[in-house]
T-cell receptor, first 117, second 115 residues
C-alpha cells in the first residue's frame, strides 16, 4: 500500500534559519504530493502541491520539488519566521482516475516546527 | 466564505455513551471524509462519502458509523465509545468534478476524550 515517511520532530530553529523537512513516499504509479500545515488549534491547510515528476510547488516562501527518482518531496524555506511555527504534514493521493481512492490522502506522521526569535 | 464546521470542538464523555460529531460544509462538495489524528501516527481515514447515500470505509472504521443524508452534512457517530477512541477528529471535503489534486478542505477539529 501507499505510505509516507517524514522526518521526526520536533524541529527547533532560530528565526531566519534555513528549513528542510524530509519526506519520502512509497506508492504505485505516479501519485500527487502535498504539504499541509496545521497551526496551533486549527485544522489542516494545504501549503503546496505537485502533481508530476520535477514539478515544484511553492507558497509563502516554502518550496518542494517532486523527485520521482528518489521518491521524495522535501519541504524547504530559506528564512523561517516565528509565524511558521506549526506542524507540517507530507501527504500523497493516488493518480487521477482511480476511483474513490483517488481522493484519500495518505499522511506522514507530521513534523512539529518551533521557530524562536 | 468557504467553510467546514465541526461540532462540538471539545468533548469529554464516558465509555459507552453514544455521541455524534457533526460536520457541515457550504461549498457544495460531493466528497467528504473523516480522519483521526493521533500522536506519532499522523492522520488516518475513518470513513468517506463520494455523495449523498454513498459511504465507504477508510483505513480505521472500527467503532464508527457515518451517514450522508444531505450533501452538506456528514456526521460521525460513535455508538459505544471506548478510551481508544480518544483522539483529534477532522472532517474534510473536496470537489470531485475537477482534478483529484484539487484542494481538500479541513474542519477545525474535534478533540474527543473518552474516560
Amino acid at each position: 500500500g501507499n505510505s509516507v515517511t517524514q522526518m521526526e520532530g520536533p524541529v527547533t530553529l532560530s528565526e531566519e534559519a534555513f528549513l528542510t523537512i524530509n519526506c519520502t513516499y512509497t506508492a504505485t504509479g505516479y501519485p500527487s504530493l502535498f504539504w499541509y500545515v496545521q497551526y496551533p488549534g486549527e485544522g489542516l491547510q494545504l501549503l503546496l502541491k505537485a502533481t508530476k515528476a520535477d514539478d515544484k510547488g511553492s507558497n509563502k516562501g516554502f518550496e518542494a520539488t517532486y523527485r520521482k527518482e528518489t521518491t521524495s518531496f522535501h519541504l524547504e524555506k530559506g528564512s523561517v519566521q516565528v509565524s511558521d511555527s506549526a506542524v507540517y504534514f507530507c501527504a500523497l493521493s493516488p493518480r487521477e482516475n482511480s476511483g474513490a481512492g483517488s481522493y484519500q490522502l495518505t499522511f506522514g506522521k507530521g513534523t512539529k516546527l518551533s521557530v524562536i526569535p | 466564505e468557504a467553510q467546514v464546521t465541526q461540532n462540538p470542538r471539545y468533548l469529554i464523555t464516558v465509555t459507552g455513551k453514544k455521541l455524534t460529531v457533526t460536520c457541515s460544509q457550504n461549498m457544495n462538495h460531493e466528497y467528504m471524509s473523516w480522519y483521526r489524528q493521533d500522536p506519532g501516527l499522523g492522520l488516518r481515514q475513518i470513513y468517506y462519502s463520494m455523495n449523498v447515500e454513498v459511504t465507504d470505509k477508510g483505513d480505521v472504521p472500527e467503532g464508527y458509523k457515518v451517514s450522508r443524508k444531505e450533501k452538506r452534512n456528514f456526521p460521525l457517530i460513535l455508538e459505544s465509545p471506548s478510551p481508544n477512541q480518544t483522539s483529534l477528529y477532522f472532517c474534510a471535503t473536496q470537489e470531485t468534478s475537477g482534478s483529484v489534486t484539487d484542494t481538500q478542505y479541513f474542519g477545525p477539529g474535534t478533540r474527543l476524550t473518552v474516560l
